[in-house]
């Protein structure tokens, strides 16, 4: 059995220098190819078993520990960022490694100030903070690819993903801060919690680098992105990256994939985001789930942000973004909804000129505290709300596509069967908008992005030709 023990560096007892062992079926299958990881592991306990956590990720894909600097494709510095003693061994320790080894990771407390680590020794491969464990494992990845395992690598990096290939969601935060009428998301999955922004970043390059075309961003409430984090920032790319909407949406749009923003409520901020739109770095398109546009229904819904004014925030970001496109959701019949409410919303819904709407009769959901509003709708009245707001959305629809006809558009393919393409524009977003019909073409693959010439339009789809 072979022992590999972690770097012992010349400070020696000053670091938790300590010893891993490899199993040695795997080893003696392994050695002669395995990439080696020096670690180097300063301060706390915490910082110990975080230095644990990233070996035992590392070995379980097919790594092994080096036992000295020489033997190692590259070395993780663990860092301590408790005391400014702490800190200047910190960065000794950082130094010794570069001058031995060359190939260095920092990660771990002093990983928050990259901007001073880098300072002094500008040749780290990679800077990450505390707890990022990921980010370690994948500056690894970066440093000294793993070994091919056939079964591991059943799973494809990017992960597995219940869409086509050509687009997938990426899901930035979890949980909620709202406390909607209607809504018991917030009691089953609770409050937000953001991913860090360079996890984030991670993920969406993963599924570019694995051909995806459009990046679906989704939360249940993305614009608040980042808020309980306090918009920590997070190295990405050897910058820092803040958790914050407008900075990872920008971020995401340099990828170079179609970047679509779902679950948008339209906080004062949102207003940031539409330039980005304009300059072509991310669609201009905006899933916002307005639910209702009278104030005394979005107050008793207790939606957030229902005391902006929409209608006359949507036309200026129209005249930033003329091409933006708006998709959203509405409830009728949400109890005490009377006939004038009903009608304030059929009326917003043409000055707005809302692209895309699906429209929900109101239904008691069990736990939800507007189940003890006054003012029930019946169901006929609903009913009969319910296919007013669709003719009335429908002709909104069908007028703005008759305005794209003899526009020249990129598309991405969905499908190709022998009657032809059939793709979205920029302003549709899968399973929810509409197509874009291209007879005939039947070469085309799904993910390519052509460009085409719309020639006609109903009251949810377009037809059109390659340009
Ligand atoms: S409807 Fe959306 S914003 Fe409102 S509480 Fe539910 S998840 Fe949050």
Known sequence: MSTASLVTTKAGTKLNAKTA?????????????????????????????????????????????????????????????FLDSAKQESLDAIGEA???????????????????????????????GPHQYEQVV?????????????YVDLVPPEGLH??????????????????????????????LVSRPAN?????????????VKEILVISQDTSAYGLDIKYAESAWKGEPLKARFLDLTRALGDLGAWVRLHYVYPYPHVDDVIPLMAEGKILPYLDIPFQHASPAVLKAMRRPAHQEKTAARIAAWRKVCPDLALRSTFIVGFPGETEEDFQML?????????????????EAVEGATANSLPGAVPEEVKEERWHRFMAAQQKVSAALLKERIGRTIPVLIDEVDDEGSIGRSQWDAP???GSVYLNGETALKPGDIVSVRVTESDETDLWAEVA
């Open 138 to 150: 994948s500056a690894v990845h970066d440093a000294v690819p793993p070994l091919h395992d056939p």
């Open 21 to 81: 062992s490899t199993p040695p079926a795997k080893a003696s299958a392994r050695k002669a190819h395995a990439p080696k990881v020096g670690f180097v592991s300063l301060g706390c306990p915490k910082a110990l078993v975080d230095s644990e956590r990233i070996i035992t990720r590392l070995r379980s894909e097919g790594y092994e520990v080096a036992g000295d600097y020489k033997g190692a494709d590259v070395v993780v510095v663990n860092t301590c960022g």
């Open 346 to 362: 059929l009326d917003w819904l043409k000055e707005a000129r809302i692209n895309r709407a699906g429209c929900f009769k109101y």
């Open 98 to 128: 570069i001058a031995e080894n060359g190939r260095v990771i920092v990660t771990g407390c002093m990983g928050v100030e990259e901007a001073r680590i880098r300072g002094v020794h500008p040749d780290v491969l990679a800077v990450t």
């Open 431 to 433: 399973e929810i908008d």
């Open 162 to 191: 219940l869409t086509p290939r050509h687009y997938a969601y990426l899901k930035i935060s979890e949980g909620c801060n709202n406390r909607c009428s209607f809504c018991i998301i917030p009691s089953l999955r609770g409050d």
């Open 199 to 211: 996890q984030v970043m991670a993920e969406a390059e993963r599924l570019v680098k694995a051909g």
